[in-house]
């Protein structure tokens, strides 16, 4: 009898582990695990608190706004299965999916997307991204404290019906809102608090969940089967890696380890084009690398410094010897080529020679009260990567060329972030992302301090600026809003509060294994439109 147990016990052992032997392992072969870098580790993915773009490609991964980009980074239904617009262009009436729900299996109906508009709008969130949303009625005044946040033109008709009312027609509210406006659920923030978005509590609405996450290592997402397009998702999971060592990020990917790298240098790129041309895509995008200039205090609070300074950066040379691509340089604040616009507005100095820039940038620097014998002293802030440290010495070059003393600052993008909120800074190189393919999506970043809710990082002040964009959201003939957002865009460009350096190109790699990318010049690119072959 003993016998017979000891040998059942061991037979059941045998069975169990030849069926754990062949379970596979999380990332293997045998799933399909996406594994891509283009973040820094994230400081949230609370979507109402994110700042950076890292931290929204990993939102983007996790929530689905009422519309959602497709591979084209063009605005289609999400959340959201269709929608109607009045005649006026002022009020949306959205009718969301019926079979959607949070990852937790609870219905997400129109109730959860008003109190998470509010939420969005609420002054006591502070969501970096707010001003984005002041199309919709009463929006800005929410975000002020001047209105609570029940007078926000965003109502349910019904459990799948949401209105939202906008204080002027807006063409691009439906490109607004794909990266802006994601819902949060209510009912695991009113349980949770803050620690909602621990991965064991945490509750999304998009194609994945948050499984795992470990601060300077990884954030692993895993399928989300209530997701309401859970079936066209072709990944069991995605990795997100915040790797900025550009050596590492080539080796590992020529390793196979990754599949997608958002960002890499052009001799790293150039590097891999030879070995591998399949691998590598460079495109011209829509994002604008800028400098920002410390408008409230400091140095640059002049702006005859903030001019001088601007002008002592060749873009060109700067476009051709560091970036590798001729033209990438940017004088204007929009885009080349953004809809409704037509040509950009130009500073005065940027028709002038290089060496006449230099010689006007040194009568200003003297005009404000620097000379050999008391130069100049800027500190220069950039994130921490090749390319960002690259263009930066570029610039310190520049400026020590016309007498400036430069000390330069690299930094994690998070503490850069923070250090430029609190204003505890002179100039910082960013990334600006528009949050839509509209020239006034690039210049609403300018709206003076009190409006502009986290986006204005500058603190520039000009309220002829804020009159112009003002008068351009109202107007409803393109041709005649265009000409009112030059005159806007031509005020801010004499001002220099963020010097314009150049115009992104994008260069990504991407695994041969991946399958259904495309380029856009948004460099948006959500995984769940995307396969990986075994």
């Not at 000009?462 to 041709?479: G, H, M």
Request: hydrophobic share 45%; net charge positive; charged share 20%.
């Amino acid at each position: 009898m003993q016998y017979s147990r000891r040998r059942r016990r061991i037979v059941l052992i045998l069975f169990f582990l030849a069926w754990l032997t062949a379970l596979p392992p999380f990332g293997s072969a045998a799933e399909r695990i996406f594994h891509r870098v283009g973040t820094d580790d994230p400081s949230t993915v609370d979507p109402h608190r994110v700042a950076v773009p890292g931290e929204q490609l990993i939102v983007f991964d996790l929530f689905m706004s009422l519309t959602t980009p497709d591979m084209a980074g063009k605005p289609t239904p999400g959340s959201a299965e269709s929608w109607t617009v009045s005649a006026d262009g002022k009020t949306y009436v959205f009718k969301l999916r019926p079979n959607l729900r949070w990852s937790d299996g609870r219905p997400l109906p129109a109730a959860d997307w008003v109190w998470s508009f509010q939420r969005m709008l609420d002054p006591k969130t502070a969501y970096p991204l707010a001003s984005r949303l002041f199309p919709i009625r009463n929006a800005r005044a929410v975000a002020s404290g001047q209105m609570p946040v029940t007078a926000l033109g965003v109502s349910a008709i019904d459990a799948r019906t949401l209105k939202i009312e906008l204080e002027n027609p807006t063409p691009y509210f439906t490109d607004i809102i794909m990266s802006a406006a994601m819902p949060a659920p209510r009912h695991v923030i009113e349980k949770f608090g803050s620690a909602w978005i621990r991965p064991e509590n945490f509750v999304s609405n998009g194609a994945f969940v948050l499984a795992e996450w470990r601060p300077n290592g990884y954030v692993r997402l895993q399928r989300n089967p209530n997701f309401w397009g859970a079936a066209r998702v072709q990944l069991d999971g995605v990795y997100h890696y915040p790797l900025g060592n550009p050596i590492t990020q080539v080796r590992r990917f020529e390793a196979g380890e990754l599949d997608f790298v958002m960002t890499v240098s052009p001799e790293r790129a150039e590097e891999l084009r030879k070995r591998n041309p399949k691998v590598v895509h460079v495109m011209r995008g829509y994002v604008n690398e800028v400098l920002v200039f410390n408008t409230r205090k400091g140095p640059t609070s002049d702006v005859r410094v903030r001019r001088a300074l601007s002008m002592l950066i060749d873009r060109e040379v700067i476009a051709s010897n560091v970036i590798g691509v001729e033209g990438a340089g940017a004088w204007s604040f929009v885009a080349p080529g953004v809809p409704n616009y037509g040509a950009v507005a130009r500073p005065d100095f940027a028709a002038w020679s290089a060496a006449q820039r230099r010689t006007e940038a040194a009568k200003l620097l003297s005009a404000a009260g620097y000379d050999p014998a008391k130069p100049l002293q800027m500190r220069l802030g950039f994130p921490s990567t090749e390319l960002n440290r690259k263009v930066a010495v570029a610039i310190a070059a520049m400026w020590s060329q016309g007498g400036v003393k430069v000390e330069m600052q690299q930094k994690e993008t998070k503490a850069l972030v923070s250090e430029v909120g609190v204003g505890d800074f002179d100039a910082a190189r960013f990334v600006w992302v528009a949050s839509a393919t509209d020239p006034y999506a690039y210049l609403e970043r300018l709206l003076s301090v009190g409006t502009s809710v986290g986006i204005n990082t500058s603190g520039y002040r000009n309220p002829a600026f804020d009159a112009k964009l003002e008068q351009a959201a109202r107007e409803v003939d393109l041709t005649r809003r265009a000409a009112i957002l030059r005159e806007a865009e031509a005020l801010v460009l004499a001002d220099q509060p963020v010097a314009p350096i150049y115009f992104g190109v994008g260069r990504r790699l991407v695994a041969e294994r991946v399958r259904g990318f495309k380029d856009n010049p948004r460099g948006v690119y959500l995984s769940w439109l995307l396969g990986v072959n075994p």
